[in-house]
C-alpha cells in the first residue's frame, strides 16, 4: 500500500469525525510516512511499518470519549444545503414532536424507577417504625391492664421489627441494582446514536 | 499493565522526550524505541491530550517544501514531570514494603 492509499482508507474510516479533526489525522500520518521515507524507506515499507489503517483509527477512536462522538456528528449535520435545512424546520413538528415524546418516556420510565425505590424504602421502613411503636403500645396496655391487647401489639411488633432487620440489608443491594440498571439503559442508547 | 496507568505513563514518556529539546512525531517515536515500541497512533492521542492539557504546544515548521508539526514543553509540563519524579519515590517505597515482607517470611 502506498501513502495516497493508505492515506484514503485512514479517510474512510474517519466518517464520524468533523473535516478539521480528518484533515489533522491525515496530516498527522502523512507526515509519519514522509519521515519515514526521508529515512530511507519507500512508501510502501514505512506503511507497513505503521499500525493498518484499521488499527489505527480503532485506537484513536479508542481515546475519544463518547461524548464527543455524539458532538461530532452532530455538528456534521451543520453542513447541509438550504432545501434540506428547509425541509427540517417544515418538518420539525413531526421529528420535535417525536423527541419529546421519546425524552418523555424515558424520562416516565427513570420516574416510575425511582417511584418503585421510593415505595420500596417507604415499606421497609414504615414496618421498622410500626414494629417500633407497637411494642411502645403494647407496654402501655400493661399499665390499663389491657394484656390480651397489650401481648397481641408485643407480638405484632415483634414480627414486623422482624421483617424490618431482614429487608434492611437488601435496601443496599435493591438500590445499587437499580442504579446498574439506569447506567445500562444510558450506555444502550450512546450506542444507538453511535451507529 | 493496568490501561489507565499505562496512559499515564506514555503522557509523561512523551513529555520526557520533548524535555530538553522541541521535537516531532517520528523522532519521538525513535527516541522512545530503546524503551518501548509505540506506534503513532497511540501516539496521536497522547500528543492531544497533552496540549488540550496545556502539557505542550504545537508549531508548524517548512521542512521539504512540507509542514512538520513541532511539539514544544510547557512549564506545567515539566511540573507533571517533576510530580512524576516524586510519585515514583512513594511507588518504590511501596514497592520496598510489599517485596521485603514477602523475603522476610522465606527466611523463617
Sequence with gaps: ?195 | MDIQLKRGMLDVCVLAAIKDEDSYGYQIIKDLKPYMEISESTLYPILKRLEAGSLIEVYSVEHNSRLRKYYHITVAGLMRLQDFKSEWKELEAIYDFVTRKEKDKKDE
Design chain 1, 1 to 195: 500500500m502506498n501513502k495516497e492509499e493508505y492515506l484514503i482508507q485512514i479517510k474512510s474510516r474517519l466518517k464520524g469525525f468533523s473535516q478539521e479533526d480528518i484533515d489533522k489525522h491525515l496530516d498527522y500520518f502523512s507526515e509519519m510516512i514522509d519521515d519515514r521515507v526521508e529515512d530511507g524507506l519507500s512508501e510502501e515499507e514505512a506503511v507497513a511499518q505503521m499500525d493498518t489503517p484499521e488499527e489505527a483509527v480503532n485506537q484513536i477512536i479508542e481515546d475519544v470519549p463518547l461524548t464527543k462522538m455524539i458532538e461530532n456528528k452532530i455538528t456534521q449535520k451543520h453542513k447541509l444545503e438550504t432545501w434540506q435545512i428547509i425541509l427540517i424546520v417544515l418538518g420539525s413538528p413531526l421529528w420535535l414532536g417525536l423527541l419529546l415524546g421519546a425524552f418523555g418516556i424515558l424520562f416516565g420510565f427513570l420516574a416510575t424507577l425511582g417511584g418503585i425505590v421510593f415505595a420500596y424504602y417507604a415499606v421497609v421502613f414504615s414496618l421498622g417504625l410500626a414494629g417500633v411503636l407497637s411494642v411502645i403500645v403494647s407496654v402501655a396496655s400493661l399499665f390499663v391492664a389491657k394484656y390480651t391487647f397489650g401481648a397481641f401489639c408485643f407480638g405484632a411488633g415483634l414480627i414486623c421489627i422482624g421483617l424490618f432487620l431482614s429487608l434492611l440489608l437488601t435496601v443496599k443491594t435493591v438500590s445499587l441494582a437499580i442504579v446498574k440498571a439506569v447506567k445500562a439503559v444510558f450506555t444502550g442508547i450512546k450506542k444507538m446514536i453511535n451507529k
